[in-house]
């Protein structure tokens, strides 16, 4: 069982930066895929970063290449989403997951967060 809570969301202007963090309880969080998902208001959940469970290879949706980073240090059991150039259009609640990169690609999770929300003002 892993338990997933996120934290850093907020409110920001157009160009800032937010750092989210999700941290995990268990001793099995070094085992898992993890992912960053976000919702907006009447959109699907999408998938917009993941790192696989050493960390060596990540993956990025095209819209927040070159401007997001998902990182993780497993001695924390923490998973974090750098966010820089924000637009209006990351508005949206953020959530966490765990899994393995396949499912989590195609929007599958074992375990998930509550969410985070993070609104860009134009």
């Known amino acids: 069982q892993v338990q997933l809570v996120e934290s850093g969301g907020g409110l920001v202007q157009a160009g800032g930066s937010l750092r989210l963090s999700c941290a995990a309880s268990g001793r099995t969080f070094s085992s898992y895929d993890m992912g960053w998902f976000r919702q907006a208001p009447g959109k699907e959940r999408n998938l917009v970063a993941a790192i696989t469970w050493s960390g060596a290879t990540t993956y990025y949706t095209d819209s927040v290449k070159g401007r997001f980073t998902i990182s993780r240090d497993n001695g924390k059991n923490t998973v974090y989403l750098q966010m820089k150039s924000l637009k209006p259009e990351d508005t949206a609640v953020y959530y966490c997951?765990?899994?393995?990169?396949?499912?989590?690609?195609?929007?599958?999770?074992?375990?998930w967060g509550q969410g985070t929300s993070v609104t860009v003002s134009s």
């Open positions: 997951a765990a899994g393995q990169l396949p499912r989590l690609r195609v929007g599958v999770g074992d375990y």
